[in-house]
């Protein structure tokens, strides 16, 4: 009964009930298909011209950590936007159900954009491949494990991530608001110094190949120490909408 309860709270967490019409529904479409165009071209272009490095497709995944933060945040804020928050909390279930299940909900968004920004970066990786043949052969492999290794160390950044913009947007929301610039100010260093801190960036700095990037030994125990201070996080969100909450 209890798993069928969290299922169904992360499936209501997960699944947006929003209305479009039509004509906004095609509009929504036209802008990512323009952007994609422009893209493509400006690609083509780019890796024509021969000054393009494949690493450079991962330069713009350093701001991912900061988008599962977000994702977590705004998921969080728009049941009181909406004036959900108050059903949300009525609900006959425990604090720490309630905010496990939308943290889950988070985390899969996560997954899944991680997952479709492997996808794009190879499909360009293998485009540029074709366009220029010094990316052939055993460099195009090379570049895929590098990659495989990278989004794989992303995807471990997201339970943190999600934890603390959950934990952020549950105390801007209580007594405890005046906290909220200092973790903010921790939200700005958190996306991006731990990755800098524990991996080997020789592949951005030596040379093209791809295959002198990986995480530092020690960062696995890192990454552990990240899982067990998300369940802090958890667990202290719960304890805030339990007892310092401000609706």
Known sequence: MAQNVFMYLVKHDTIKRRARSKEYSRWWLAYPVLAALVGIIYFTIYVSSGEFQPQYLL?????????????????????????TFGWWLSLPYS??????????????YG???????????????GYATFLNPMFGGDFFKQFFKAEFVWYGYLLCFIPFMAAYGLLTAFVSMSYL???????????????NVFIWLTTSWQAFKDGPNPLHFAPQAWSWWGILASFAAAGLMLAASAKIIEKQLRL
């Open 177 to 191: 608001k005046p906290l909220v610039p200092l973790m903010w100010v921790g939200f700005g260093l958190s996306g």
């Open 59 to 83: 330069f713009w995944t350093f701001a991912l950590p900061y988008g599962f933060f977000m994702i977590a945040f705004t998921r969080t804020h728009r049941e009181k936007q909406n004036g």
């Open 111 to 125: 997954i899944f954009f991680v997952l479709i920004a492997f996808v794009l970066t190879t499909l360009f990786s």
């Open 95 to 108: 604090r720490f159900l309630l905010v496990s299940a939308k943290y889950t909900a988070s985390v899969l």
